[in-house]
């Protein structure tokens, strides 16, 4: 029987996976923001995801907690990690492929600290892992998190942008529902799955489909001679899109396999389609 312990998480994701932990028959006892050694001994795995809400000082904040949870002062005998990460430390590249596999070299964009935190979450962890070969670490990498309410900060950015008119012909987008997360640490955890995963539905949704959910300015398109200006100006006045350097992730493919994740058992519950209508009806 396992001892999960959830030092760290975003308030949106921490207690639904604790519940769901609890409900698994090989789950003994989950700690959840707690005290590790609270069980009287170190917990068999821990999960932990970078919390932010898009701040950089909450960032900073959380890694230090995961240096602490990997650290020499670490409870002896963690044997497992999963890590909550995300596509985005892939980068927002006009050369990447489409869709990306957990083979491709993490880039994120420089400057944008979200990406650039998860991407140390997961130098941190692997490099944890590499100091044993009987420790096991699982990195799930979700595209952009969407519920009811849309609690995810990046997520919330990305669809402000998202509705801004432009032209036609943007980067195809994913959206996984927040219960399709859940179940990848589940399943990370109690399938005692290794190395990293992407986290998202089947396929992905194209510029023209995209508009026609959201509806609204998104459908707008205007002139090229005045769409960049106008976009500027109403990127500066959307309250929801003032993580800086974000502007990338809406020009460029970042979207990702799930094909690793599906061999293992895991399926999505909640198709793109699904998970954006159910984030943005009102």
Known sequence: MLTVSLPDAPGWMGPAVAGALRRQPGVERVLDGGDQHAAGRP????????????????????????????????????????????????????????????????RPRPGFSHGVARAEAERLVGEWRSQDGARRAAILRTAPVVDRPLADTLSRALLGLLRLPGRDGGPPVQFVHARDVVSAVVAAVSGALDGPFNVAPDGWLADEELRGLLGGPARLTLPGRIDRPVAMVARRLRRGSSLPHLDAYVRHPWVVANDRLRSTGWRPLHSNEEALVIATQP
Not at 73 to 95: E, F, I, K, N, Q
């Open 43 to 106: 917990p068999d795995v821990v999960v932990f995801a970078v919390s932010s809400d898009g701040d950089t000082g909450g960032e900073v904040a959380s890694l230090l907690r995961l240096r602490r949870a990997l650290g020499p002062s670490s409870p002896d005998g963690v044997g497992a990690v999963v890590l909550v990460s995300h596509a985005t430390v892939y980068g927002a590249w006009p050369t990447n492929p489409v869709p990306l596999s957990e083979d491709a070299p993490l």
